[in-house]
């Protein structure tokens, strides 16, 4: 089984549906992030949280929000999803046991019609 | 603010050699590298902390000048495996979140 899991793979949604995308892990890490990417503008950092009760805003957190359930499971919730929130979503942990090296997710790929 | 990775693309044969660099305009205290490979989740490749010592494999390494703000990815005679975007990633503090770079594709040809 894969360290980070990302539920579902891929997802075609219609403009104003709530949608919730999962992350879980195994790894035992504390810190977990929600990043998105987009063609040609790398990764950007939506959430994060570094322990159960910690959750911060990235640079684009307009119309999204985060459940952090537990230390294992991260949730990224859009509240009413337009197109431009099309995108590939990932989910990281990191751990000071690799100088806080993120470990990655498979990805979410995401459609919103 | 987003550090700055250059080239964006670059196009080799294989066993040529490479150079991908990333600067920032804030002081650093790590600077992280990963490749993506297509449809793939990013990679960690390795982690260099400020202190400009040079870390990775026989192939592939990477060297952090803090004066600079700048790190460098060299590729040593690269493989087709080699193809895929890298990214950079960078942190002000110790722990703290990265902010990533727009990437470089590198593009290896028999």
């Known amino acids: 089984d894969a360290d980070v899991t990302q539920t579902p793979r891929n997802r075609i949604t219609k403009t104003g549906k709530r949608i919730m995308l999962e992350c879980s892990q195994t790894k035992g890490h504390d810190r977990m992030y929600w990043y998105r990417q987009d063609p040609g503008l790398g990764l950007r950092l939506i959430y994060y949280s570094f322990d159960v009760k910690d959750i911060n805003k990235g640079e684009i957190s307009d119309g999204y929000s985060v459940s952090r359930q537990a230390q294992a499971k991260f949730s990224l919730s859009l509240e009413s999803a337009i197109p431009n929130q099309t995108a590939l979503y990932f989910c990281?942990?990191?751990?000071?046991?690799?100088?806080?090296?993120?470990?990655f997710g498979s990805g979410t790929r995401l459609t919103v019609v | 603010q987003q550090p700055v990775q250059s080239p964006q693309a670059v196009i080799l044969r294989e066993g040529e050699d490479a150079v991908i660099n990333c600067s920032s305009s804030?002081?650093?205290?790590?600077v992280h590298w990963y490749r993506q490979k297509h449809g793939e989740a990013p990679v960690f490749l390795m982690i260099l902390l400020k202190g400009g010592e040079q870390k990775g494999h026989e192939k592939i390494s990477a060297s952090f000048n803090e004066k600079k703000q700048q790190s460098s990815l060299y590729l040593t005679a690269s493989q087709l495996s080699y193809s895929g975007t890298y990214f950079c990633g960078s942190s002000e503090t110790s722990g703290s979140r990265l902010t990533f770079g727009e990437g470089t594709q590198l593009t290896v040809n028999p």
């Open positions: 990281a942990t990191s751990a000071p046991d690799r100088g806080y090296g993120y470990t």
């Open positions: 804030k002081a650093l205290y790590s």
